[in-house]
């Protein structure tokens, strides 16, 4: 599956907020992600993104703890960026 031809602009959007340091994700099995501080408009998109492996949590914390939100090597690839830090 190419990825890149699968995204809605809404979908790559929200990857470039993660790309630059702009999101957070909560803690759990259906992960919200926050921008600049808000709750991401489309909570559909955020959960598509988690389950794809395109986003990813920064680092483990507690249930529904939000923890800055990462692009994953799979979402750099969907943008077609390069990050220095990339969750594993």
């Given at each position: ?20 340091g ?17 709750a ?13 492996g ?21 979402g ?13």
């Amino acid at each position: 599956m190419d990825v890149r031809t699968e995204l809605n602009h809404r979908e790559r959007a929200t990857l470039r907020a993660v790309a630059e340091g702009h999101a957070e994700i909560s803690c759990s099995c259906e992960p919200d992600l926050f921008v600049d501080g808000l709750a991401c408009c489309d909570q559909h998109t955020a959960h598509r993104l988690a389950h794809l492996g395109l986003v990813a949590a920064a680092r483990g914390g507690r249930w529904g703890e939000r923890v800055p939100a990462l692009l994953t090597q799979a979402g750099a690839a969907a943008l077609g960026v390069a990050t220095p830090e990339l969750a594993a």
